[in-house]
């Protein structure tokens, strides 16, 4: 810095020499006439010194700029630590600052034989500094205009007034006093065991397609109970771009010292006769239907839990609990009188250690009562948190998202297409770039991203056969190593379905494009 202010000082200096001979020399711009009959010698300085004002308020305005900019990429350097899957994207500016570094020069070489190589390479190190300083002066320019531009665009979208931070804390809160009476009331039954919640879907990943009546979901693992066992079978009988399984119970022997200290019988080594008159009812006589764990069964068992435990809570003092009717989860909503939330509770069993579950989660217009859909909703989860721990202050990746969700209602896009499009475009742009100045773009690159896989009849599943997650997501082998699902599998082999598909891509970025110019 002190090399770069000697340098424009001298630059200044050799300027004002430079237009002190140019206007005391004779023929130049054909001023001379004018100049040496109209002009005495102290007006021509009076001129000089006029026109070195403006250079000299650029300067500083350069300056100013430069120390923004230098400000702006130290704060950006801080907060731009990316996920492994995207972290390639952020190598460049790493190299940058490495360049930088090498163009300093060695300090161990001889200073008295290579003083000439060194001043030339200072001048050539101030030459590019300069060069910089103009590029990054328009650069901050550029920056101040898309920084307004996605201001006033974000004005003219009508955003939904929403508190999704505390519905989700309420919820959560509210699970784990449920979970206090579950674990009571099941310690010594053979129900299903019910671990902790796991809140998933939009309102938990920080977003809602919904302007009112958010939903709070959550995911209930369970696990099997004593003398019983767990075997997912996947159902080849399903879609091909679709895994579902079924949840086979088997019983296990207990004939163990431990299992008697418990007063056990053995259902595999019992007569039945004293099991039926000495120990409750296994789980294949309650909620199975032919040894495979019916979602129907427990959906019922659910709802009867949550109102036996309801009036025992301190929230029934002041909160008013009704009932929702569904036959694949349990759904329910408690209103005060000023706020209400609307909770559904999933169930399912996890495969393995990993963040992939078996969900009660409905897939299709009908799902059979046995038939468990394979579920990505927690590494989704784990992903938008993770995104968002990383992204800086004031990030909108999260508003593009709802801002398309809601765009396309009506439309013959799901909500899940363009969740996964905005997930894949997160894996590609650096956290970095999401934020007010980069809105109008991030939009565009959805847009144009959605006409690409329409076009090309191909959108792939982000999770399954996504080798580049990061670790923290945890997936089986068997996702890892999968083929691309490709969720515009119904495009790829109906032509009809592929053409309308484009017509309402047509119609989407028609809106998109109103919304933009701001047109009525």
């Not at 902790?196 to 369970?222: N, T």
């Not at 009988?237 to 007063?263: D, I």
């Not at 997501?473 to 890892?480: G, H, K, N, S, T």
């Amino acid at each position: 810095m002190e090399v770069r202010a000697k340098l424009q000082e001298e630059a200044k200096m050799r300027l004002e020499q430079e237009l002190e001979q140019l206007v005391l020399t004779q023929g130049v711009w054909g001023w001379e006439d004018l100049l040496c009959s109209a002009l005495q010698p102290w007006q021509l300085w009076a001129i000089a010194g006029l026109l070195l004002v403006p250079l000299a308020v650029w300067n500083m305005w350069r300056r100013r700029s430069m120390r923004r900019v230098v400000h702006e990429a130290e704060n950006n350097g801080a907060n731009e630590e990316d996920i492994r899957n995207v972290g390639a994207n952020e190598e460049g500016a790493e190299n940058q600052d490495v360049d930088v570094g090498d163009c300093c020069g060695d300090e161990g070489e001889d200073e008295d034989s290579d003083v000439n190589e060194e001043d030339h390479q200072d001048f050539g190190n101030v030459r590019q500094l300069a060069e910089n300083e103009e590029g990054d002066a328009q650069n901050e320019f550029e920056r101040d205009w898309d920084d307004n531009l996605g201001r006033m665009v974000m004005e003219r979208i009508q955003w939904p007034v929403q508190d999704l931070l505390r519905g989700c804390q309420w919820t959560s809160h509210l699970m784990e006093c449920f979970a206090i009476y579950f674990r009571r009331i099941l310690s010594n039954s053979f129900y299903p065991v019910l671990h902790k919640a796991i809140g998933v879907g939009s309102a938990f990943e920080g977003w809602s397609p919904r302007e009112q009546d958010v939903v709070y979901q959550v995911l209930v693992p369970m696990a099997p109970p004593r003398g019983h066992s767990f075997h997912l079978e996947l159902d080849t009988a399903g879609q091909e771009q679709v895994r579902n399984f079924c949840v086979r119970v088997q019983q296990e022997c207990t004939c163990s010292s431990a299992q008697w200290r418990k007063n056990m019988l053995c259902f595999l080594h019992h007569p039945e006769e004293e099991l039926s008159r000495n120990q409750d009812p296994s789980l294949l006589d309650t909620l199975c239907t032919d040894s495979y764990l019916d979602v129907h069964k427990t959906s019922r068992w659910f709802y009867q839990l949550v109102r036996a435990v309801w009036p025992a809570l301190l929230q029934s003092h002041n909160w008013h609990l009704v009932l929702l009717p569904s036959r694949r989860s349990c759904q329910f909503k408690v209103t005060n009188g000023r706020e209400s939330f609307r909770i559904e509770i999933l169930f399912g069993v996890r495969q393995g250690d990993s963040d992939i579950f078996v969900s009660s989660e409905p897939r299709g217009a009908y799902t059979s009562s046995t038939i468990w859909p394979e579920s990505y909703a927690v590494a989704e989860m784990k992903f938008f948190k993770l995104i968002t721990r990383r992204a800086p202050p004031g990030s909108l990746h999260l508003k593009c998202l709802q801002f398309f969700t809601r765009l396309q209602l009506g439309l013959g896009f799901s909500t899940y297409m363009m969740k996964t499009l905005v997930m894949h475009l997160l894996s590609i742009v650096p956290v970095s770039q999401w934020r007010r100045r980069h809105f109008v773009r991030r939009l565009l690159d959805i847009s144009e991203g959605l006409r690409t896989c329409v076009e090309v009849r191909c959108l792939n599943h982000f999770i399954v056969g996504n080798r580049r997650l990061p670790e923290v997501i945890r997936l089986p082998a068997e996702i890892l190593t999968a083929s691309p699902c490709n969720l515009f599998h119904d495009l790829e082999m109906d032509p009809v379905a592929h053409s309308q598909a484009m017509s309402q891509y047509v119609d989407l970025y028609w809106w998109l494009k109103r919304i933009l110019n701001n047109e009525d």
